[in-house]
């Protein structure tokens, strides 16, 4: 260990001690989902965004508790600190997180495109990171549709983005569907909710998904199932984490949005999602051992 990277991680750890635990209801809903029938077996997401930098070692640890996760891993951007060039990827990303690349499916954030049309990114992740110059892609995982977007590049009203997503989304066969991209629409961090991605919630919103995630403000945050204009719908709402926990010094947070059920400043960890059929289950998992926020929710009819 370098003593730049030692002295860092000294700080990073001073300034978790110093951070504050917020928290609403612990958001198990009332009633309990239903298991997986026999012969579909759940699948496990587990990830965060807001990754690695030589500068800290808060990636370290959270690189530790994938090691002991099985499943997919899912990146929420910015995973390469500062600039997203091939040396921070090679020098930084690549000793902790990057050896679950072959498990991992990721996205970009605004650090990637530092680099030209983030070509860093797209060559480290290959073909897993979708179409080099798009970056937004889909796949199928046990029971559920995961459909990843690129929050940096156009994605309003009738975007060549947004247009793709709703097609997606109209010729997906299952129940439940997940979305995760850099920055998210809601937060109550200093960099607060990103309206330009409204359109992509939109669209999520009228094709019945269940979850989507963010990173970019770094922290993790819960809310409650809601519209896309920011109104409590426990029947047909979309239920987003915040999970920007993955390495970086974390924000403090302001105002509680309305609808923000937990929040939390004071740990780095990584989101365990457990993809059920016609349900799913959340743990955050903190780099200081055990799990700090747990609950479970229903796909929609």
Same mark, same amino acid.
């Given at each position: 260990m370098s003593p730049l990277r030692r002295?860092? %991680?000294?700080?990073?750890l001073l300034s978790l +001690?110093?951070?504050?635990?917020?928290?609403?209801?612990?958001?198990?809903?009332?009633?309990?989902?239903? +298991?997986a029938p026999p012969g579909t077996p759940p699948e496990v997401l587990v990830g965060a965004g807001d990754i690695a930098s030589c500068a800290v070692e808060g990636d370290e640890a959270t690189a530790a508790l994938? &090691?002991?996760v099985a499943g997919t891993v899912f990146t929420l951007g910015d995973n390469a600190y500062p600039d997203g060039t091939a040396q921070d990827f090679e020098r930084c990303y690549a000793p902790s997180w990057g050896r679950h690349r072959q498990r991992t499916r990721p996205t970009p954030g605004n650090h990637e495109y530092h680099s030209a049309k983030a070509?860093?990114? #797209? &060559?480290?992740f290959g073909t897993a990171a979708g179409e080099p110059g798009k970056g937004y892609y889909s796949y199928e995982l046990g029971a559920w549709h995961v459909v990843v977007l690129n929050s940096e590049l156009e994605l309003?009203? +009738? %975007?060549?983005?947004?247009?793709?997503? /709703?097609? &997606?989304?109209?010729? %997906?066969?299952k129940r439940c569907t997940l979305a995760y991209w850099h920055r998210p629409l809601f937060s109550s961090g200093p960099d607060r909710d990103t309206t330009d991605v409204k359109p992509l919630w939109t669209a999520l919103y009228e094709a019945g998904a269940e979850v989507?995630?963010?990173?970019? &403000?770094?922290?993790?945050? /819960? #809310?409650?199932?809601?519209?896309?204009?920011?109104?409590?719908?426990?029947? /047909?709402?979309?239920?987003? #984490?915040?999970?920007?926990?993955?390495?970086?010094?974390?924000?403090? #947070?302001g105002a509680p949005l309305a609808n923000s059920e937990r929040r939390d400043a004071s740990t780095l960890g990584v989101l365990k999602l457990t993809l059920e059929d016609g349900a799913y289950a959340w743990e955050f998992l903190s780099v200081r051992g055990g799990v700090t926020d747990?609950? /479970?929710?229903?796909c929609h009819e």
């Open positions: 002295a860092a %991680s000294a700080a990073l +001690g110093a951070c504050q635990t917020m928290g609403g209801p612990g958001g198990v809903p009332d009633e309990d989902p239903p +298991g994938l &090691d002991g070509g860093p990114y #797209f &060559d480290y309003g009203a +009738g %975007s060549v983005q947004e247009q793709w997503l /709703r097609a &997606d989304l109209k010729a %997906s066969t989507v995630l963010g990173g970019h &403000d770094h922290l993790y945050e /819960r #809310f409650a199932p809601q519209t896309p204009e920011g109104k409590a719908d426990p029947e /047909r709402g979309i239920r987003q #984490f915040v999970v920007g926990t993955g390495g970086m010094t974390l924000y403090p #947070f747990q609950g /479970r929710g229903t």
